[in-house]
T-cell receptor
């Protein structure tokens, strides 16, 4: 069965500082990996996705993520955080399952200090 | 504009009542999903449907029911058998046939038992 772990429940960074959110997955085949962002009381918006090719993927809002098969990781990064990035971030894995279902991690809540 | 619409945004239920959450999409997506979100637990799959008149249980289907009479609509009923229904409910949809396709989410319905 596929699973996703986001080890950090909360992270606080200062505005302008760099950010890395961790994601580890468990999946028997080639994973399809996603990062979503959720503002309070809202739905989820896709930041980026990986399914093949270059292991460094670029997304919206200046985010990027690197797929490392040897570490079963797909960490999300941003070089300089803005106050508007404060939100909850979810890593998800999909793959060869019926219905294209995604399995989500528990989420990381990002707080940004001025 | 194409998208997913969930209604209502807020819903209050008395003990012992059934309530139905609406989800409509105009993206022409085949698959639709219902997730439940609780603080610190990420998103958990309740039900999903790949085709009209067919649906499958997810990880936490007990106390919930769904129907898929039209491709565009996938309503979720929270029955009185659901012992702890207070949560944020998210509906999503995606295309089938390509494993890298992402899920698109509605804005969610917050259900509170009073």
């Amino acid at each position: 069965a596929q699973s996703v772990t986001q080890p950090d429940i909360h992270i606080t960074v200062s505005e302008g500082a760099s950010l890395e959110l961790r994601c580890n997955y468990s999946y028997g085949a080639t994973p399809y990996l996603f990062w979503y962002v959720q503002s309070p009381g809202q739905g989820l918006q896709l930041l980026l996705k990986y399914f093949s090719g270059d292991t460094l993927v670029q997304g919206i809002k200046g985010f990027e993520a690197e797929f490392k098969r040897s570490q079963s990781s797909f960490n999300l990064r941003k070089p300089s955080v803005h106050w508007s990035d404060a939100a909850e971030y979810f890593c998800a894995v999909g793959g060869n399952n019926a219905g294209n279902m995604l399995t989500f991690g528990g989420g990381t809540r990002l707080m940004v200090k001025p | 504009d194409g998208g997913i619409t969930q209604s209502p945004k807020y819903l209050f239920r008395k003990e012992g009542q059934n309530v139905t959450l609406s989800c409509e999409q105009n993206l022409n997506h085949d698959a639709m999903y219902w997730y439940r979100q609780d603080p610190g637990q990420g998103l958990r799959l309740i039900y999903y449907s790949q085709i009209v008149n067919d649906f499958q249980k997810g990880d936490i289907a007990e106390g919930y029911s769904v129907s898929r009479e039209k491709k565009e609509s996938f309503p979720l009923t929270v029955t009185s058998a659901q012992k702890n229904p207070t949560a944020f409910y998210l509906c999503a949809s995606s295309m089938l046939g390509s494993l890298d396709t992402e899920a698109f989410f509605g804005q969610g319905t917050r259900l509170t038992v009073v």
